[in-house]
C-alpha cells in the first residue's frame, strides 16, 4: 500500500517538476512570480501525445477560485503556439516585426491560469504515430482526454472554474468539447467544473460560410459594387460560385483577409495559378464543397500574415529544449507535422446542433466575439447563425465602451446567458490585434459582469 502511494504521489508530480520551464528568451523564469510547464501529455489507447504549455496565473495560485482558460486556435491544424506566443500568454511577439518576445502587459494569465493544447496530435510539436484522418468529433474525444490526463498529473486545479477559449475552427472544438465534457459529468464522481466559453470569429455554420465572406468584402468596397454574388447566395456549391470566389480571389488577394486594415505580408509566388489557387482557398477560405478540407504544408497557408517570428523562434534547437518538445520536429504555425500531411474533415452540420444542446446547459455562459475587421468569419456570419438559434434577445444591439470611454464595439444579449460582441477594428486575432479590449473581455466575462 505504501509504497503504491508512494508511486502514485511522484507520477502526480513528476510532469510538473520535469516540464517546469525555467527560460524562455530573453525571460528568465526566476524573475518572476508565476511558472510555466511545457511537456507532452499523451493518451494511451491511440498513441498519441499532446504538447501543451500550462500557465500559472499571476495571482495567487492555491486559490480555488482562479480560472483555468484551455485555449485553442483553429485552423483546422493551426498550433495553439499562435495564441501562446503572439495573443494571450504573458510573452508574446508584441508586433509583427519584432523580432524577440516582449511582456505582454495583458497577458491572460492575469487573472487565469492557461493551458494551450497543440491538437489534434497532427498539429505543431505533438506526436501522432498513425496515419490519421482526423474528425471533429474524435478531435473532442481526444481533447476530453488529454484535459482529464492534465488534471491527473495537476490535481490541484481539478476543483477550478474551467472555460474554454479560442477562435476560428475552435469554434467547432470548443462547443464538441464543451459536449463531451457535460456528458462525461453526467456519468462521474470527479466531475469537471466548466463554466463557460469564449470563442473569438468561431466557424458555426460551415455552408454558409463562402457566402458570408462575399457578402462582408461587399459591404466593405474591397469588391466592386457591380460585382454580383446572386449565384452563390442562390447555390455556394455551384461552379458558378466557385468563378465568383476565384474572380473575388484575384481582386482581394493582396488585402490581408484576417485583418482587412492591416498590412499584407505578400509574396507573389511562381507557379501561382487557377488550379493552385482552388486548392488552397478551398482550405482556407474553408469552402467545404466536398465537406473534406486536407490541409497541407503550404506558404499559402495563413495568406498575409507574418509568421516569420514564431517560426523562427520554436525552431531555435535551444528553445525547443527550454520548451521539452521533440527537436526532430519542424514546427509549423498551421497544419504540418511529422512530413506527414494533415488530413481532417468537417461535419458541417454539427456545430449549430451542438451550439442549440449547450444551450440548454444551465449555468453556461457563452460568449461569441467577433473582430470586426476579419473577412475570414465575418461578425455577420456568427450573427447570421444566432438567428439560426431557438434563442431570444435580452438585450438590444448596443455599443460598450473601453480605453477612456472610446467604442468597443457592439454587443447584444440573448437567454441563457449567451452574449455577442463585436471588436470595433480587431481582425482575425482579436487578442493580438486589440490586446486591452480583449483582456477586458475576458475579464467581464470571468466575473459574470456585463459589459
Ligand atoms: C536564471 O536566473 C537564475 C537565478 O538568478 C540563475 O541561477 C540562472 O543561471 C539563470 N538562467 C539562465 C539561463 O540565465
Ligand atoms: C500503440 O503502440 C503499440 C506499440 O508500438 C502497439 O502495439 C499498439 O497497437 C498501438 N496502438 C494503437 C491504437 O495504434
Ligand atoms: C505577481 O506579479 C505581478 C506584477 O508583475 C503582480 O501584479 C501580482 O500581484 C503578483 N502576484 C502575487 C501573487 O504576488
Ligand atoms: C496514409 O494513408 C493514405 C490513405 O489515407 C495513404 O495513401 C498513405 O500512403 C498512408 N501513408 C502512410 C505513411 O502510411
Ligand atoms: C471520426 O473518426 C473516428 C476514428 O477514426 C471514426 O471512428 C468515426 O467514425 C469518424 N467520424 C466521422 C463522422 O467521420
Ligand atoms: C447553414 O447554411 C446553409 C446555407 O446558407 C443553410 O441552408 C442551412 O440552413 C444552415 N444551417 C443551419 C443549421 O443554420
Ligand atoms: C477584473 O474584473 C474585476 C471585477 O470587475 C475587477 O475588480 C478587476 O479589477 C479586474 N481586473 C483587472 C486586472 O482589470
Known sequence: MIQILILTVVHIYGLQIEDKVTYLPPFNMTDFNFSIFSGYLSITDSNQSFHYVFVQSQINNLNNNVPLVLWLNGGPGCSSMIGFLQEIGPFVFLNDDDESLQFNEYSWNRVAHLLFLESPSGVGFSHNPLNITFNDSQTADHNLKVLQ???????????????????????????????????????????????????????????????????????????????????????????????????????????????????????????????????????????????????????????????????????DVQNKRYLHVDENIQWFMCSKSHNKQFKYVSDPPLVMKVLQELLNFDLFTILLYNGDADSVVPWIDTLQALQKLKITITEQWRPYYVKNNQLGGYTQGYSNKLRFVTVRGAGHMVPQNDRITAFYLLNQTLNGEAL
Open 149 to 315: 490526463e492534465f488534471y491527473s498529473n495537476y490535481p490541484e486545479y481539478q476543483k477550478n472554474p474551467l472555460w474554454l477559449a479560442g477562435e476560428s475552427y475552435a469554434g467547432a472544438y470548443i462547443p464538441l468539447l464543451a459536449e463531451k465534457i457535460k456528458k462525461f459529468n453526467d456519468l462521474e464522481v470527479a466531475v469537471i467544473n466548466l463554466q463557460g466559453m469564449m470563442i473569438g470569429n468561431g466557424v458555426t455554420n460551415l455552408t454558409h460560410l463562402p457566402i458570408s465572406q462575399l457578402i462582408y468584402q461587399k459591404e466593405h468596397q474591397l469588391l466592386p459594387p457591380t460585382f454580383d454574388i446572386t449565384a452563390c447566395e442562390k447555390d455556394v456549391t455551384s461552379e458558378e460560385c466557385e468563378d465568383i470566389n476565384y474572380d473575388a480571389w484575384k481582386i482581394t488577394k493582396r488585402i490581408n483577409p484576417y485583418d482587412i486594415y492591416g498590412y499584407c505580408y505578400y509574396e507573389e509566388k511562381e507557379n501561382e495559378n487557377e488550379l493552385d489557387w482552388i486548392q488552397e482557398m478551398k482550405q482556407f477560405m474553408m469552402i467545404h464543397n466536398d465537406n473534406i478540407v486536407k490541409v497541407t504544408n503550404h506558404e499559402l497557408g495563413v495568406p498575409c500574415v507574418q509568421i516569420d517570428n514564431i517560426q523562427n523562434y520554436l525552431n
